[in-house]
């Protein structure tokens, strides 16, 4: 998003523990909370701002109080953009629409509701790792092979990443690219399953 | 709950819309959680269904609707508020630190 310059205004809200363990367990004071959002703006050296909200998400709440949504808002105050889970290519698009039209008005049908699971996947480690092995645990109960998949997407990041992870959209031809290449291995993969294996082959002639 | 939602997810689905009584109900399922179960020690089957059933319901404000103001503290000091900030346009994220 650095690419907007001062153009947009970034704005985090910190909100309840997702993923409780016994180094994060679920707020009982605003001072902890305080704590973990200075925690994260140092740490990982976040340049934009950081709130927090109060101890029962007041705010977090009136805005429909989903795990990781972003909202995009814009001059008048008026939601132009609501990405229900944030991923970074369809904000991208949503602020360049939003720029485009002056700053005013609902941009790219509104609402954006897909999961996203693959940015989620690869990036989602690092925030249940703080509450391990409490975090994992209940998580990999609630929605099965989720944690384990957290983990792995973390450990193939460097593969994954510039993938999952960019910050543009996908041009249409870098698209159609990766499908095409997806079905050439899924192809390659077929015929070398259903080849029949050497010592079964009829013999020549 | 999981009741619940079996008996009313249907009718949730557009409350929205002419049934009175459906939109009372919606409404109430959306009251606001006290800070106890707001703050959930476990994650558990259900808040991992509450937060499907919150996406297919596109809980949250709708596109168009002036998002509701409010100021909470910020890091490093002061607090922020939005209707003072919304030029340039403001992407407002929320989120855990875990």
Redesign the interface.
């Known amino acids: 998003m650095a690419h907007f310059g001062a153009r947009v205004q970034m704005v985090d809200v910190l909100v309840r523990q997702g993923h409780p363990g016994p180094a994060v367990p679920a707020y009982e004071h605003q001072t902890q909370k305080l704590a973990d959002a200075r925690r994260y703006k140092e740490d990982d050296g976040v340049p934009w701002t950081v709130l927090v909200d109060d101890l029962r998400g007041t705010v977090h709440q009136a805005y429909g109080a989903l795990a990781d949504p972003t909202y995009l808002i814009d001059v008048d105050g008026r939601v132009a953009f609501y990405n229900m889970w944030t991923h970074v290519p369809t904000l991208f698009e949503a602020v360049e629409a939003l720029l485009a039209q002056g700053g005013r008005g609902v941009v790219r049908g509104g609402v954006d509701r897909r999961p996203h699971f693959a940015a989620t996947l690869t990036n989602g480690w690092p925030a249940l790792r703080r509450g391990l092995p409490q975090s994992a645990a209940d998580l990999e109960t609630s929605v099965p092979l989720s944690a384990t998949g957290a983990w792995l997407g973390y450990q193939l990041r460097p593969l994954l990443a510039p993938l999952t992870l960019r910050e543009r959209p996908l041009s249409p031809a870098a698209k159609a690219a990766l499908g095409a290449a997806a079905a050439v291995g899924v192809l390659l993969a077929a015929r070398r399953v259903l080849r029949p294996a050497p010592d079964l082959a009829p013999e020549p002639a | 709950m999981a009741d619940r939602t079996a008996q009313h997810g249907d009718e949730a689905r557009d409350a929205r819309g002419a049934r009175p009584e459906a939109a009372e109900r919606f409404a109430a399922l959306e009251r ?4 106890e179960r ?8 259900r ?2 269904a509450s ?1 499907a059933r ?3 319901r ?13 100021e ?5 000091g002061g607090t ?1 508020r ?2 003072q ?14």
């Open positions: 606001p959680l006290d800070a707001y703050n959930y020690a476990h994650f558990r089957v808040h991992a937060e919150k996406t297919v596109r809980a949250g404000v709708p596109p168009g609707e002036r998002a509701p103001d409010f909470l503290p910020r890091v490093g922020w939005l209707a900030q919304l030029n340039p346009p403001v992407l407002l994220r929320f989120g855990s630190y875990s």
